[in-house]
DNA sequence: TTCAACAATATTGTATACATTAAAGACCGA
DNA sequence: TCGGTCTTTAATGTATACAATATTGTTGAA
């Protein structure tokens, strides 16, 4: 993406992120314009974009809304998730070199000091090693297909806002998968590794709808 | 996608798959406007379509290159697609209605009518018969997340040219796992019907490396 | 009052001119 | 002759004017 197309697309993404651009609302270019201060062509293709990253839906002739998501579809892109990591984890512990299981660790080890440190959670700092650690696993896959595939789950706004409300020790149950998955990876034990990576997603997945849920009864009650 | 940008889209993926633009060629918007007869806006928004399915890579300031598939990367989607697919089969053993189930059917008994004829094979015929019955299960599934990812790995050109070279036995071989997958659908035997679907893919998956590879060392041998 | 057809308006789709950037080639010096 | 820098050129990136289309509102008749 160059440049003016890349501004567009941070602040639309940013808006809808932040839900200034609700679910199902119309995006209208003119407007688009404004907000970014590039011209429509670039704020077309920063909309294109979105819509392949799954953030908003075309309809032609009628333009792009902000895309909706329903719970039955949450729940089939964690399962997704669970069964495209769990691959992940399988075929890295083939491929994984002894460097990138000590950058794994290191990953572990940073969430582990910022948890045991006292004082506000930094859930930046968890969410971008989090980030970075399932990266380096899937770098070790050195699979473009499974890299493809899992770019167009993970990235959209659902779980951009998944580990928003976890709690201390919901993070540090998160971690310690991540360590468990190290364990394995460190004994290129792929079964092991997999068996592990699908409990920490679904737990996630626990965890996402519990708060979800919670979020839509709270907004019905208003 | 719009009139000007389907146009242009149909024409250019026609070429990449015809071969005219060859694996790694450079695609230039004043070539492909002359082609198309279209302008460039056009153009442009059908070459990031083809970039979102897969069919060129997109390098900032450089243009749009048709992509090129390693063997690595086929198996990789090849085995990809089997965990996929076996999934859809499951998930549609638990939601499938009668009507669907005839449809398959349906479209088994097509394609097997097809085969008992004497002639020449339709490849084009079971293609499209072979989509729309991994298209009626796809449909059953009721799964959003399922379907954009498998539309993402389906669709490239890589197995739009998978069956052109079966020979009539192993198009029967396929159309026999299709009455297999039929047939646990009507008992609703989800797993029955997501192994036998796994080893549909990896059949197809066998197949296409054999001709993949020969094609490969027929062109060496030039 | 309701429905339908039509007109007005706003939005997306398309074409094209201009700006910016990267690749290719020429030129000069060592 | 080789290497590097500058110039040239051709491509992509951006802006904007124009065309086609869908939506909205209005008017008319039943």
Redesign the interface.
Known sequence: ??KATEKAYSLIRENILSGTFAPGAHLKEGELVDLCGVSR?PV??AL??LA?D?YVVTR??QGVFVNEWSV??IK??F??RA?LES?VAERAATHITDTQVQELGETHQAIQAMLDENGPLKVDFFLEQNKRFHAILLEAT?????A??LS??VQPPLIAQTARQYSRQELQNSNDHHRDIVTALEVRDGALAASVMKIHIISAQRKFMNSYVADDTAEAAE
């Open positions: 993406m160059s062509t077309r293709d294109r974009q392949t799954r032609r002739n039955e579809d089939d892109i399962e997704l069964i691959m050195r699979s473009r297909a499974l493809d595939s167009q789950i």
